[in-house]
């Protein structure tokens, strides 16, 4: 079963104790569906500006993606600039150029709406609110944000939590949704606002899956090898995403989706950008996760 | 086997959001040994002062520790007070007495001297380090310390390294002692030191372990009945020490130990200082360590 994913190509520069990259392809969409077409076919909509590097499509199209809906517009690629320092669990935002996603409203074919997978990357809730208006059937949808929409269009987010059956946040944007310090209350409360299930990503301590039948944590994939975390979240959230698309959601496919998703996340973190997730195939992830049951094991 | 730990016996004053307790029974010594009398007989080397209430010694004398070398000292018993806030995780220090602890010479008897295990808890590290000199047949070492130590008395703390099997550090201190932030790292560089098991703990996010043949990684038991975790560190190296006491170093049996340890924790933070785990059985930790394998299982 294909899934849609919703959000932004982006345009990095990127420093990290390990170097600097610039103007790399990047944004969540694009690293939700680096490990997401590990699982299936993945759709992405999302715009990209007059300035966009013909390579760069070239590149999503020889790893599989559908992109019929991917706009292209006059003006410039979203552009973001980030560093990380000492400690890589946090990006210090050194500049951010909306370009293009300023006039952005997504679009998908007639076929395309009746997919029933969903996933609503890190974009405006507005426009995350209107292709979810624009799907036939929604099955699984699933959604991500950050601090600020959640600063600045709450209302629009609390809006659609209604409307999604999973959440991913991570710990800083949970608690400054709910108040609430400790993860375990706060991922309870972020359900009583509507999603049955929610994930808190813990960056370097791994993730806790809360839902109304039972709990589940997981620390990370234990790794010294720490290049770029950017994109780390989305490639989470492409693997989950994706080792659903085609199970039904009981307690051991969503932990089995949770695992898979922080082996590719492990992966992510071991380059820029997508050095190491553009060449990762599913044998890869599930031989790392071999060796992560065995550490786990007691 | 019997284990002999050295540490402190102090009166601590705790305020968190969830209330305030005056002049509570606490310490290193105390709080591991409330978790590692359920593995074994704890011999407990600390000192009192002149103000220490009989009820304490009473209570210590009930829960089974061996109290022949707890000295008793003209002066005041070592006080602490410190309060959580929002973030649970960290404690802000109020006010500390040394009080007795700063003419505090550990005596053990000739007997106590054969004791094999040995816990070397959180005291300045040329007391450590004396403790240890007086031990006739040290097979298990373990070893705490603190931010304070780190800082003032590095080379006497570096130099106890080389002596010492396992060094329980939290994340914060084995960052500020190797200058890497990078966990899996500092793990590695402690282990240089001397210690051949670092054990990193990092609170709500559970613990680290390193050594030469393999790394493990176990969140925190998930709670959200966080009370007061004063002494929660202690505890978890309680229960790891203890499990280990009677059990060759194998990989199984030090995975199992930090379950142990992890679950002591988890019970020692729903209560302020002593109360939950005065009353723990080695019947509750088996109980939950079940629930805390079907979480992780996937």
Not at 128 to 144: E, F, K, T, Y
Not at 167 to 174: L, P, R, S, T
Request: aromatic share 8%; with cysteine.
């Amino acid at each position: 079963m294909s899934i849609i994913v919703l959000g932004t190509v982006a345009l990095d520069t990127v420093k990290t104790p390990h170097g600097q990259r610039r103007h790399m392809l990047g944004g969540s969409a694009v690293h939700f569906s680096m490990s997401c077409r590990l699982f299936t076919d993945v759709h992405l909509v999302a715009i990209i500006g007059g300035d966009f590097p013909a390579r760069h499509v070239d590149f999503l199209h020889r790893k599989g993606l559908v992109l019929t809906s991917l706009l292209r517009s006059k003006g410039k690629t979203f552009r973001w600039e980030g560093e990380y320092q000492g400690d890589l669990n946090s990006a210090l935002t050194r500049n951010t150029e909306l370009g293009v996603l300023l006039s952005f409203s997504p679009m998908v074919s007639e076929s395309q709406r009746r997919i029933k997978n969903i996933f609503l990357a890190n974009v405006d809730p507005d426009i995350q609110s209107r292709l979810l208006d624009s799907m036939h059937a929604p099955h699984l949808v699933g959604l991500d944000s950050m601090n600020y929409w959640i600063h600045n269009k709450r209302a629009s987010l609390v809006r659609l939590f209604k409307r999604v059956d999973v959440y991913v946040a991570n710990d800083q944007e949970a608690r400054d949704l709910t108040g609430e310090h400790n993860l375990i209350k706060a991922a309870r409360r972020l359900r009583a606002l509507g999603p049955r299930i929610v994930l808190i990503k813990k960056g370097e301590h791994g993730v806790i899956l809360s839902c109304d039948k039972f709990q589940f944590c997981l620390p990370a994939y234990p790794t010294a090898a720490v290049v770029d975390p950017t994109g780390a979240g989305d490639t989470f959230a492409g693997g989950f995403m994706g080792y659903l698309c085609s199970k039904p959601l009981t307690e051991v496919n969503l932990k089995k989706a949770i695992a898979y998703g922080t082996i590719a996340a492990s992966f992510n973190v071991e380059g820029f950008g997508l050095e190491r997730t553009s060449r990762l195939t599913l044998a890869q992830v599930n031989k790392r996760l071999q060796e992560f049951k065995k550490i786990l094991r007691f």
